[in-house]
């Protein structure tokens, strides 16, 4: 290696253990990345780094996903690093879910140098910027160079990028790192010299999580006190603690979202089935609110939201970080405060007697005969799987639940738990990408019994994440309800129509079992109820377990649209 190849190989190691320390100093502990040459000095120096944990996938796209998972568990930052080409355009996928769900995530991309671009060297495209949008922020570094200056802005811009990350508006940053070769120095790649005047200890001193402020309440919370029916919505990014106590002070229904903590949780005002109660038109009539305040997101019950249009009611909506996350662009107050805030300063409101206990009996009445119609159900149908395992699994064990049917059938039949289950979903875009990479990164970074409830199309279009399953350290049981098909479609006009079936429907013939056995992971698929419980109360300690339970996507339909009308009045 001649002087100039040494000098730009020790720059550039030195950016990699840069890299390394901050992002450890700073709080990030895991590293998930996808093989490849341009990445090499990113990838030699977290591996060398004892405080990061790197976690080699395949695919990018998977790669990704996993990193969601692992963020939405550990509530930390992690980073994903990945070579140049589209291998980042495979992160697109995972940039828009971290977008829309406020995960923060490090875009670590390599590249090529300025000389090799525009030119058609090979793994080379425009990754200026290449997430758009989706990104609080982008920054490409300079090349590497061996001087402490150079050192200490790529520490500072790794600082602001983990601050951007997990700030009042948490999300991704990408950050594009162009390196021309050599990478390394073979003898020194776990222990690369450092410019002479660089101290660890003082040069990681200043590193720390910033500081987030709270805005203070812009509205005057005296104007809440004139209404007496209120109705509270609870989002799955709103505290249990916090949720209760505005729901406390209003004498308000909680109507919580398939993945808030409130509805895990004892509340005397938590409403789950408001779906059912919702259909109803006599229950309507007598039970329609003078205001709404919503914590966070809505859910996505297209009733609920179809119903608060109409309304046009006086709407608060709360979210700490300032995000426009009402998709209805009510006619609302919007706060950018805290969760805790609000829940202190409210004023303790006098309700119309009785308005709580409406809800509360209509829901209870509900819960009778869903309870009594599901046991009636014999037959293997979808929804009685997510009513099922509400009733069965542990009480200590975090569940990712797929997009499309899944989420729907989490909010419309799950029952409340004792408080320790986790719910957990990709519910920024409401997309199926990643569902499978997403519960493994959970499994490996919660600790307890994992479990993924999914789509048979969910469950294949991310089949990639099974590759991960020789480096994850959890226990994942992944519940494919499987009706060969996407069964969402069945419940839209396009499924009366001729091309429904080969347009919409994308039926499929997968043997699951087999795709299994090519990846050497169990596989139970039980023909009735009594097998299927057996096979939930006995999770795997480690590893991955499927359990394919088979439906038919029409008669699911049907069955799914009786419950859904059973109201308190009918």
């Not at 402490?148 to 811009?157: H, I, M, P, V």
């Not at 969760?339 to 209870?364: Q, V």
């Not at 499309?404 to 519910?427: C, H, I, T, Y």
Request: hydrophobic share 40%.
């Amino acid at each position: 290696m001649n002087e100039s190849s040494l000098t730009n190989a020790r720059a550039t190691q030195s950016w990699g253990a840069t890299l390394a320390r901050t992002l450890s100093a700073i709080g990030v502990r895991y590293v998930v990345f996808s093989p490849g040459s341009r990445s090499t000095p990113l990838i030699l120096a977290c591996e060398a780094c004892k405080g990061l944990e790197t976690l080699p996938i395949l695919d990018e796209r998977s790669a990704g996903f996993y990193a969601i998972g692992l963020a939405k568990t550990s509530k930390k930052p992690v980073a994903v690093v990945c070579t140049s080409g589209t291998a980042p355009a495979n992160l697109l996928p995972a940039a828009v879910e971290a977008n829309m769900s406020g995960i923060p995530l490090l875009l670590l991309t390599a590249d090529r140098p300025p000389e090799l671009r525009d030119c058609q060297a090979g793994q080379s495209i425009d990754q200026t910027k290449l997430f758009g949008t989706q990104v609080r922020w982008f920054h490409e570094l300079s090349l590497p160079r061996f001087h402490l200056d150079a050192l200490s802005y790529l520490r500072q811009t790794i600082v602001q990028a983990v601050g951007t990350a997990t700030g009042s508006n948490p999300g991704p940053v990408h950050l594009n790192f162009p390196f021309r070769e050599p990478f390394f120095v073979e003898e020194e790649w776990a222990n690369p010299p450092m410019p002479e005047d660089l101290e660890w200890d003082h040069f990681l001193q200043q590193v720390s999580h910033p500081v987030a402020t709270r805005t203070l309440l812009a509205e005057n919370l005296s104007t809440l006190r004139p209404f007496r029916r209120w109705l509270v919505l609870a989002g799955q990014t709103c505290f249990r603690d916090s949720a209760t106590a505005v729901a406390n002070k209003l004498g308000a229904p909680l109507l919580a979202d398939a993945f808030s903590p409130v509805r895990e949780e004892t509340c005397q005002k938590r409403v789950l089935h408001f779906e059912n109660l919702l259909r109803d038109e006599a229950f309507r009539a007598k039970a329609t609110p003078d205001a709404v305040l919503s914590l966070g997101p809505l859910p996505t019950s297209k009733t609920l939201r179809s119903w608060l249009n109409r309304l046009d009611l006086p709407t608060w909506v709360v979210e700490p970080s300032g995000r426009n996350v009402d998709g209805l662009h009510r006619r609302a107050v919007h706060l950018a405060c805290d969760f805790e805030e609000l829940a202190e300063s409210l004023p303790k409101i006098e309700t119309e007697k009785g308005w709580i206990e409406r809800w509360m009996e209509a829901e209870a009445e509900v819960e009778a005969k869903l309870s009594e119609a599901f046991a009636q159900i014999t037959n293997l149908f979808e929804g009685k799987v997510t009513h099922l395992l509400s009733k069965i699994l542990p009480d200590d064990c975090d569940v990712v639940v797929a997009s499309s049917m899944p989420v729907r059938d989490v909010e419309w039949f799950w029952q409340a738990g004792k408080g320790k289950r986790r719910l957990w979903g990709n519910r920024g875009a409401n997309g199926i990408d990643g569902t499978l990479s997403t519960a493994l990164g959970v499994a490996h970074a919660s600790g307890s019994p994992t479990f993924l409830l999914t789509g048979d199309l969910a469950f294949l279009h991310d089949i990639n994440g099974l590759l991960a399953k020789n480096i994850s350290n959890g226990s994942l049981t992944v519940v494919v309800v499987n009706n060969h098909g996407g069964g969402i479609f069945e419940n839209l006009p396009i499924a009366n129509l001729p091309p429904f079936e080969k347009c919409f429907a994308t039926p499929q013939e997968v043997n699951i079992g087999k795709l299994c056995e090519a990846h050497e992971i169990t596989h139970a698929k039980p023909e009735n109820w009594t097998t299927f419980e057996n096979l939930i109360r006995e999770p795997v300690e480690q590893g991955i377990r499927v359990i394919e339970v088979v439906t038919d996507r029409k008669s699911d339909v049907k069955t799914r649209q009786n419950l859904l009308s059973l109201g308190p009045s009918t």
